[in-house]
């Protein structure tokens, strides 16, 4: 009898390791996702890729900036004339609940905007939600807080 009882407790606390590690795999899927994501949609905004930033950019898109807010078509026009120059990612945060991702990381880049270079100071981004349900995963709204 103690012998069933030892194997049971091994098998659950197998179990148990399995599921966790399975868990850990998951997470870090969609912590890598969601950074893609950003990189990726950096990495059009910095070559001026309009055709892909249309598609990725979805209708309902806000943006809010030191300088105001901006719908959709006010977003894409300001990408247009932004001459971003070098920049860097870091310190990504990547919450997925359901299909949505939403990330939240640090920017730090050399812009121009409305013909105003911006500071190269880091500032925090949020980006929410890339709806993974969406095979091109539009973005609805970004936020820049300078901090």
Known sequence: ????????????????????????QECTREVSLGEELIRELWSNIKVCNMSVLEKKIAPGFQSVHENGARDREEELKLLKKLNLGE????????THVGPVIIVSYFASAQ???EGKRLSIKPAARLRNPFVASFVDYPLELERNSKG
């Open 1 to 24: 009898m103690r012998r069933w009882r030892w194997v049971v407790a091994v098998a659950a606390v197998f179990l148990v390791i399995s599921q966790i590690s399975v868990l850990a």
């Open 87 to 94: 920049y860097t990612l870091s310190n990504f945060k990547v």
């Open 111 to 113: 812009e121009t905007i």
